[in-house]
């Protein structure tokens, strides 16, 4: 049974992940709109692809109303560069039509700056394909709430750490990560996980040998022994 880690122990790894990589501060803001489908372009690709992907569907559609009534296919190859372009292109459509019903004709989240967590959490949740992860990230680098996303990466690293069991779904991963991270470290500790999971703490064999937490990690001692 994995242990829940310290608040100490939380602080500790917090500290060690800012001296590491430097300030961890998070990397964009932009409105909640924009930050919704960049999210949902970011889903299996790289940070490089889905830039790519959403510049060029901002190119081909330079305001949310005419990207509301592109066609699909059109839609999907402007997103191409992002991949998983035939998914992704009818989720934004339908999460576009979804908020227009809902807004009474508008495209406008920016109710949402002055809205509670809860609500828009709630709300975001509830559209077509929206899961924790892309709610997180609306609420923390558009809205500066204190949210923790957890990508694929930060599972990993909390899962090597100890922070989650094998296996835990993303909504519980989320709830379990918002109960051990205080608020005002949430987003910072996101980017220091994301961090130590691309450079050191990679899928498949992690560099435990270089990793500014190795003795903390309850995995580092497997993966060190087993060379």
């Given amino acids: 049974m994995t242990q829940p880690p ?4 939380v602080a500790e790894i917090y500290r060690r992940l800012a001296k590491r990589f430097g300030p ?16 949902v372009l970011s889903q299996n690709t790289s940070d490089v692809n889905r830039d790519r992907a959403y510049a060029s569907m901002r190119s081909r559609y330079p305001t949310w109303e005419s990207l509301s009534a592109a066609r ?5 190859a402007a997103i191409r560069p992002g991949g998983l372009s035939k998914t992704k292109g009818p989720r934004i ?10 807004e009474g004709g508008s495209l406008d989240l920016s109710w949402m ?3 509670t967590a809860p609500r828009v959490r709630a709300y975001l949740e509830s559209l077509p394909g929206v899961g924790p992860k892309t709610a997180a990230c609306v609420l923390a680098f558009s809205l500066g709430r204190p949210a923790l996303p957890v990508d694929t990466h930060v599972h990993r690293v909390a899962t090597r750490l ?16 918002a109960a051990v991270v205080p608020p005002r470290l949430r987003i910072r500790m996101h980017v220091g996980m994301i961090r130590l999971g691309r450079a050191i703490c990679r899928a498949g064999r992690p560099a435990c040998e270089i990793c500014p937490l190795r003795d903390l990690c309850p995995t580092a001692p497997y993966i060190l022994g087993s060379r």
């Fill in 93 to 102: 459509l339908a999460i576009l039509a979804e908020i227009r019903q809902r």
């Fill in 6 to 9: 310290t608040p100490t122990a």
């Fill in 162 to 177: 100890g922070f989650l069991e094998a296996r835990t779904g993303s909504t519980r991963a989320h709830a379990i990560l």
């Fill in 72 to 76: 699909v296919g059109e839609l999907a």
């Fill in 113 to 115: 700056h002055r809205s």
């Fill in 24 to 39: 961890l501060d998070p990397p964009r803001r932009l409105e909640p709109m924009d930050e919704l489908i960049l999210t």
